[in-house]
């Protein structure tokens, strides 16, 4: 859907510690801020809160800390591992009171920046920490041209397929894989993977679910149309591309590929759905599925689960005939953002913050991306997990395809006020005219119309 170049601030005074996975010692600047060379060791502490990335981050936090800690024992790091589903609400209340923790897992957002409290990092960024992460990486943790946070992984929307079912249907998923594939083939494998099973149950095509708008933002960016508003903040969804994208996903309901019911369904419904064959393929699938799937499948050898075993196969997001290449994927940068507190400024502090956020971003943290089977950011962490990658090679590949083809995040590029907009609009609008496009309830030719007008009216 989730480290190890220590550096110093004012002046970097490189020296040999970490001892990475792979053997080699790893180069680490000393903290501090004397001219004269001397760290700065006044005791202090920094708070992180984080969540349970993948099943086993816990486990990785405690490591990275502990490592860090050899380097920096003055610098004590006080973590908090969140639920998603209450952390949020605890970080609004946090921020909104002017007392965010010093780190923050997440994604970039521009309403951290409008709040005041969040931390630009670009004066300790080094040259050599730019380099060591992937072209574009970097990008995901910016906002205004500066450079809020560092992120641990790239989050990545595609497809997922159950591989018996594809094969069975003749399904080249190989050449899908490797080419991308347009929405005019998807449609005629479709027609090959909806099906009444045995029991008496439909096997449907395509399985998605209805709660969000992430289908229909997958949709849309591979009809040529990278968010309701372009990167200068300016609406697009004012041609005939907003229309390819409505009547394609009317089409999917109408035919019988996705299910009457999607308006309705949830996401572990939809998954439910994958796991008892009932779906060939199902949208939203993020390359963890590997892992995910892989241990169902020992579940069920262990006899703790009754079900089919499944090979997992991901698939990239299929493409409007007017989108040339391999196809959009939706996803955006994921890791820690920087924070300050109302009426704080101690640099040295500051300093130290940013230390720790190097920390657990750095080579060893690239855990996270290796256990949720992810392209790592950073060309240290693919090194320190060099052979140990948890994917099968097959869809490693197809995920390193479709970060290359990653849509850029609008929402870091225009300014606080239009972005506030944009978000207004997309659950306002975009959310129940999908919804009721969905269930039938609006004919796509409405559907087009309400998103253009209302669109035109609140993002001009």
Not at 130 to 151: A, H, N, R, V
Not at 274 to 297: C, E, H, L, T, W
Not at 431 to 447: D, H, I, N
């Amino acid at each position: 859907m989730k480290f190890n170049k220590w550096l110093s601030i004012a002046m970097v005074v490189v020296v040999a510690t970490a001892v990475a996975a792979c053997g080699k010692k790893e180069e680490t600047p000393q903290a501090g801020g004397a001219t004269g060379g001397q760290a700065n060791t006044t005791p202090d502490t920094v708070k992180v809160w984080t969540y349970p990335v993948h099943g086993k981050y816990e486990d990785d936090i405690k490591l990275l800390v502990a490592d860090f800690n050899k380097t920096y024992p003055h610098i004590k790091v006080e973590y908090e591992v969140m639920s998603w589903a209450e952390g949020p609400k605890k970080f609004d209340v946090a921020l909104n009171a002017g007392n965010p923790p010093d780190l923050y897992f997440g994604g970039m957002n521009g309403q951290y920046v409008n709040t005041g409290l969040a931390m630009p990092i670009d004066s300790y960024m080094t040259d050599e920490i730019k380099k060591d992460f992937l072209p574009g990486t970097l990008d995901t943790m910016k906002f205004g041209g500066k450079q809020y946070g560092m992120p641990l992984y790239q989050s990545l929307w595609g497809w997922g397929a159950n591989k018996r079912i594809l094969e069975e249907a003749g399904i080249d998923y190989k050449k899908i894989q490797e080419n991308g594939w347009t929405w005019d083939e998807f449609l005629e494998a479709a027609k090959k993977l909806g099906k009444k099973l045995p029991n008496g149950t439909q096997q449907y095509a395509l399985v998605t679910d209805g709660t969000s708008i992430d289908f229909l933002d997958m949709i849309t960016r591979n009809a040529g149309l990278v968010d309701a508003v372009d990167e200068k903040g300016n609406f697009i969804w004012n041609d005939s591309k907003i229309a390819d994208a409505v009547n394609f996903i009317n089409k999917l309901v109408k035919d019988g590929i996705l299910p009457k019911e999607t308006v309705a369904l949830q996401p572990a419904k939809r998954s439910e759905m994958f796991y008892a064959g009932q779906a060939a393929i199902i949208s939203k699938a993020i390359p963890y599925y590997d892992v995910m799937i892989a241990n169902r499948n020992k579940d069920i050898d262990a006899g703790k689960v009754q079900g089919e075993k499944i090979e997992y196969i991901q698939l990239p997001v299929p493409h409007s005939a007017s989108v040339k290449g391999y196809g959009v994927t939706t996803g955006g940068g994921e890791g820690y953002v920087a924070f300050t507190q109302k009426g704080a400024n101690n640099e040295q502090h500051k300093k130290n913050v940013f230390l720790v956020m190097e920390a657990l971003s750095g080579a060893q943290a690239g855990n996270s991306a290796n256990e949720l089977c992810l392209p790592f950011v950073r060309t240290s962490q693919a090194k320190a997990f060099e052979g140990k990658g948890l994917a099968k090679d097959i869809n490693f590949t197809v995920s390193k395809k479709m970060r290359e083809n990653l849509a850029p995040q609008v929402a870091l590029s225009i300014d606080v006020d239009k972005a506030a907009k944009l978000k207004q609009y997309r659950e306002q609008v975009e959310k129940p005219v999908f919804q009721a496009l969905l269930a039938g309830e609006k004919a796509p030719e409405a559907a087009v119309e309400e998103l253009k007008t209302k669109g035109q009216q609140m993002l001009r």
